[in-house]
């Protein structure tokens, strides 16, 4: 299994930032994904999750503001983040997901991460 996530970097606060996520070694169509973030100093944090046959949940935090999407001819899933604040800094892991909405913490393989820094 091999997740490799890129697309972070440094944005100003109200910015936006897409994060990608390529996906392989395993059957990826049939697979939920998900994002989990960890700030410095804090644990980790689900963000959202999808599942293979599209469904879509967000933490609290991140409802209408955050979206996950996939396409499964590319093997790849996304993360588009938008109007971003000074808490959304945190390195953004892409991971293989067996949890719900209600208990989201369930992880699989992880990526190795990609930091997102939002600063003026």
Do not use: H
């Not at 440094?10 to 994002?35: D, E, K, Y």
């Not at 991971?95 to 209600?102: A, N, R």
Request: hydrophobic share 30%; proline share 3%; glycine share 12%.
């Amino acid at each position: 299994v091999q997740l490799v996530e890129s697309g972070g970097g440094l944005v100003q606060p109200g910015g936006s930032l897409r994060l990608s996520c390529a996906a392989s070694g395993f059957t990826f169509s049939a697979s939920a994904m998900s994002w989990a973030r960890q700030a410095p100093g804090k644990g980790l944090e689900w963000v959202s999750g999808i599942y293979s046959d599209g469904s879509t949940y967000y933490a609290d935090s991140m409802k209408g503001r955050f979206t996950i999407s996939r396409d499964n001819a590319k093997n790849t899933v996304y993360l588009q983040m938008n109007s971003l604040k000074p808490e959304d800094t945190a390195v953004y892991y892409c991971v293989i997901w067996y949890g719900s909405s209600s208990y989201p913490n369930n992880f699989g393989s992880w990526g190795q991460g990609t930091q997102v820094t939002v600063s003026s």
